[in-house]
C-alpha cells in the first residue's frame, strides 16, 4: 500500500517516526514534506498537497501531523473528497475507515506518543471500508453536502 504522509513543524518528529515504521510494515511511503524543521512554516502548504494527492488516488490513505492534529484536519477536509479526522484512540483509527471511509487520518505530534502513533496507524492502515448500504447512504449525504457547500 501506498501512504503518504505530510506535516508541519508541529508534527515533524512524529511523521519523521511514523514514516519509519510505516516502511517497517511493508508499505511505500509517499513525503509530502516539510522536509526539514522550519518552525515558522504553515500546514496547509503540506497538508493541502497531501490530500489532494488521496482525493485523486496517487496515494491509497494519507496521514497528515501538526501540533494537535486539528489545524491538519481542517485544512484537509477543505479538499473536495477529503474524509480527515484527528484520531487518539485505536478504536476510531479502525472505525473511521470501515464505517465512513476516512482517507486522511490526523494526528498530533505534541499530544500524541510514538507507541500509541504507531498502534493507531496500524489500525487505520489495516482497515477497509465496509460499503455497507447504511454507511453509502451517510457518506452519498455528506457528498451531497459537499457539492452543496463547494460549488
Same mark, same amino acid.
Given at each position: 500500500?501506498?501512504?503518504?504522509?505530510?506535516?508541519?513543524?508541529?508534527?515533524?518528529?512524529?511523521?519523521?517516526?511514523?514514516?519509519?515504521?510505516?516502511?517497517?510494515?511493508?508499505?511505500?511511503?509517499?513525503?509530502?514534506?516539510?522536509?526539514?524543521?522550519?518552525?515558522?512554516?504553515?500546514?496547509?502548504?503540506?497538508?493541502?498537497?497531501?490530500?489532494?494527492?488521496?482525493?485523486?488516488?496517487?496515494?491509497?490513505?494519507?496521514? $497528515?501531523?501538526?501540533?494537535?492534529?486539528?489545524?491538519?484536519?481542517?485544512?484537509? @477536509?477543505?479538499?473536495?473528497?477529503?474524509?480527515?479526522?484527528?484520531?487518539?484512540? $485505536?478504536?476510531?483509527?479502525?472505525?473511521?475507515?470501515?464505517?465512513?471511509?476516512?482517507?486522511?487520518?490526523?494526528?498530533?505530534?505534541?499530544?500524541?506518543?510514538? $507507541?500509541?502513533?504507531?498502534?493507531?496507524?496500524?489500525?487505520?492502515?489495516?482497515?477497509?471500508?465496509?460499503?455497507?448500504?447504511?454507511? @453509502?447512504?451517510?457518506?452519498?449525504?455528506?457528498?451531497?453536502?459537499?457539492?452543496?457547500?463547494?460549488?
Amino acid at each position: 500500500m501506498k501512504i503518504g504522509v505530510a506535516a508541519d513543524h508541529g508534527g515533524f518528529a512524529l511523521k519523521e517516526q511514523i514514516a519509519q515504521f510505516i516502511k517497517k510494515m511493508g508499505h511505500e511511503v509517499v513525503d509530502y514534506g516539510a522536509y526539514t524543521y522550519d518552525a515558522q512554516d504553515d500546514y496547509p502548504d503540506f497538508i493541502i498537497p497531501l490530500t489532494e494527492a488521496v482525493v485523486q488516488q496517487e496515494v491509497d490513505k494519507g496521514i $497528515a501531523f501538526c501540533g494537535s492534529g486539528v489545524g491538519a484536519a481542517i485544512a484537509a @477536509n477543505k479538499v473536495k473528497g477529503a474524509r480527515a479526522s484527528v484520531i487518539t484512540d $485505536a478504536y476510531s483509527a479502525k472505525q473511521g475507515v470501515e464505517h465512513d471511509a476516512m482517507n486522511v487520518m490526523c494526528l498530533g505530534g505534541r499530544i500524541t506518543g510514538i $507507541a500509541v502513533a504507531e498502534e493507531l496507524v496500524r489500525n487505520y492502515i489495516n482497515a477497509t471500508y465496509t460499503g455497507e448500504d447504511r454507511h @453509502n447512504r451517510r457518506l452519498n449525504k455528506v457528498s451531497d453536502m459537499e457539492q452543496k457547500w463547494q460549488a
